[in-house]
């Protein structure tokens, strides 16, 4: 079994920053993909940004530009540094990764932004 535990989400300002941080423990080492989903309230889940295990980066164009995605393979680690926040980012962040057909996620965290 894969267990996904973010941390670091919070309350900002609008025009803040926060670091999103998951780590992942279990059975598997290695996965594909690994990133982040957010659901913003009254909205489905949507992807964020997500790195491969090449090193391939996809980011939502609406947060291009303003979040980072990397990750630590040996630490098994993804981050989401998060900057110019906006009141339209307040949803719960949730780390996800893959392996293989499996795909596993953690319990999400939640972000505030205030105006």
């Known amino acids: 079994q894969v267990q996904l535990v973010e941390s670091g989400g919070g309350l900002v300002q609008s025009g803040g920053s926060l670091r999103l941080s998951c780590a992942a423990s279990g059975s598997i080492s290695t996965f594909s993909d690994m990133g982040w989903y957010r659901q913003r309230p009254g909205k489905q889940r949507e992807l964020v940004a997500t790195?491969?295990?090449?090193?391939?980066?996809t980011y939502a164009d609406s947060v291009q530009g303003r979040f980072t995605i990397s990750k630590d393979n040996a630490k098994i680690m993804v981050y989401l540094q998060m900057s110019f926040l906006e009141p339209e980012d307040t949803a719960v962040y949730y780390c996800?990764?893959?392996?293989?057909?499996?795909?596993?996620w953690g319990q999400g965290t939640q972000v505030t932004v205030s105006s």
């Open positions: 790195i491969t295990n090449a090193g391939k980066i």
């Open positions: 996800n990764a893959v392996s293989w057909w499996r795909t596993f």
